[in-house]
């Protein structure tokens, strides 16, 4: 049985055309379709409804510890008011998700995960955090949204104090006042472009939508649904639990090393990825260099060789070209190599290029 | 509501198909463009290609999926509309006016729709 967000009746409404996604039914995209969605949120802005995302409450005096136990970078040094993405690990050094943890305060963490991972990761946490630490699954009474593009400052300083928004990137404000409703506003998203994550109680979900699309119709702000969030990541090269990682492929395989700090005492996974080295394969960026698209699950060959195979794939709609994610065999994986991939029998011809495809001005 | 002129004749799988002369003409129809959302890259036939009533005539791709396009009818492709190449979104913009491929030499055409039996049809889906 699907669930719903709290906004679910707004997207019928607004004509979304209703689809399931991780346990949830939501819009995968708009009477305007996917392609003005992804251009809306490159150029001005486009407004995501999120609220199916999972939020974990991490409190009391070992929270810090438990934090660190868990998840691959290290927060030690992480400051109230700031966020740092990680990964939380099984012990074979496989990804159980990949996350955001907030900083509250010293004994107060705030940890988004994906939506698809809620229970896995909340059960995961429970059975691992150290004594003296209290795991709460509070998602059902959060919403959040997601405001993005290079208007975003501009819409929302229409319906909310300026002064109170976060500067500087992976930052956030709590207890800002949009359009009279408590919110905490991050400077964060999942799109390659400026922009805001909004979380409320799930109450006050309805009004702060029709709050931000009101003010953000001057600016062109779109509504934008899972289609355009998809195409918008992948432009970016941001991976997606599932696809460029899973409880097969570590880390350091999915191109994520910045987030993980081998040189902490110690986490769950680390014995795991210190005993197995350099990683043998790699996550690598791919552009079609034939007429073609290229999608998920298709092997990757280099020589006549296959040397690994494509974890996401599509035709991004702002750079105008098939582009494509891959883990392969590290030996290949240099920029510049030319590749084939096997895109339903045919051979397409590719290359491999720096990531990000796309990054915002 | 899905646009279904009178004049042309469907099928099940949401092409439609005229007919002048012998030569058939094949497209999608706004039903399908709406329910495939932006189309992005066409896989078109070539001239001179084989095709079977009730196979794949080629395929289509959206930002999301592929999907097959068949052909209602057994002949021989005489012409190609080479325009959806670089422009595949025409499809979405005017179904009935950016057809994909003529067919001639036909020699099996599967059951048809008229209009208003692919209207009903599609209130169905």
């Known amino acids: 049985m699907e669930k719903k967000t709290p906004l ?26 996917i392609l003005a969605e992804h251009e809306a949120v490159r150029t001005r802005a486009g407004l995501f409804d999120v609220s199916h995302m999972g939020e974990v409450m991490l409190t009391g005096p070992t929270a810090l510890a438990s934090v660190n136990h868990l998840i691959t970078n290290d927060y030690a040094t992480l400051k109230t008011g700031r966020m740092r993405y990680g990964v939380l690990c099984n012990e074979h050094g496989g990804c159980i998700d990949d996350l955001i943890v907030y900083k509250f ?50 819409i929302l ?39 805001y994550e909004i979380y409320t109680s799930a109450e006050n979900a309805v009004a702060l939508w029709g709050a931000l699309i009101e003010a953000g119709e001057e600016f062109g702000l779109l509504p934008c649904g899972l289609g355009a969030r998809d195409t918008l ?35 769950i996974g680390r014995d795991a990825l210190l005993a197995a080295g350099e990683p043998r394969r790699i996550r690598v960026g791919i552009v079609a260099t034939d007429r073609g698209i290229i999608r998920e699950h298709q092997d990757v060959y280099a020589g006549g060789k296959r040397i690994g195979a494509t974890t996401s794939g599509t035709f991004a709609p702002h ?10 065999d590290d030996a290949h994986s240099a920029v510049g190599t030319e590749v084939e991939v096997d895109v339903r029998g045919r051979h397409l011809a590719a290359r491999i290029v720096p990531m990000p495809f796309y990054k915002h001005a | 509501m899905a646009n279904v002129p009178e004049g042309l004749k469907y099928t099940k ?7 002048q002369g012998g030569t058939y003409t094949v497209g999608l129809t706004d039903f399908a463009q709406d329910a495939l959302g932006d189309l992005v890259f066409i896989n078109l036939p070539q001239e001179g290609d084989c095709v079977t009533a009730g ?56 059951e048809l729709l008229d209009a208003a039996a692919y209207v009903a049809f599609c209130g169905k889906e």
């Not at chain 1, 432009?235 to 040189?263: I, N, Q, R, W």
Request: charge should be negative; include cysteine; hydrophobic fraction near 40%.
């Open chain 2, 13 to 19: 799988s949401h092409e439609w198909i005229s007919e």
């Open chain 2, 55 to 110: 196979e794949t005539l080629c395929d289509v791709e959206s930002v999301k999926a592929v999907s097959d396009v068949f052909s209602p009818v057994t002949g021989t492709i005489s012409e190609v509309n080479e325009a959806l190449a670089d422009s595949p979104e025409m499809i979405n913009e005017t179904p009935y006016g950016a057809w994909i491929a003529r067919v001639e030499g036909v020699s099996d055409i599967e």
């Open chain 1, 105 to 154: 305060g010293d004994e107060e963490y705030f940890v988004v995960v994906n939506a698809a991972n809620r229970e896995k990761d909340f059960a995961h946490m429970v059975a691992n955090a150290l004594p003296g630490t209290t795991v709460e699954d509070i998602s059902d009474g959060i919403a959040q949204l997601a405001l993005q593009g290079p208007r975003s400052r501009d």
């Open chain 1, 319 to 328: 750079l105008r070209q098939a582009i494509a994610m891959a883990i392969v």
């Open chain 1, 157 to 195: 300083s229409r319906i909310a104090d300026p002064a109170r928004l976060p500067e500087r990137y992976y930052s956030f404000s709590r207890h800002v006042s949009v359009a009279g409703t408590d919110c905490l506003v991050s400077q964060s998203g999942y799109t390659g472009e400026f922009g």
């Open chain 1, 8 to 33: 679910y009746e707004v997207h019928v409404s607004e004509g979304g055309k209703i689809v399931p996604f991780a346990d949830y039914l939501l819009p995968v995209q708009y009477p305007t379709g």
């Open chain 1, 233 to 267: 990541r992948l432009e970016a090269s941001m991976p997606l639990y599932g696809h460029e990682m899973d409880d097969e492929v570590t880390p350091l395989e999915a191109s994520l090393g910045f987030c993980v700090k081998l040189a902490k005492d110690e986490f």
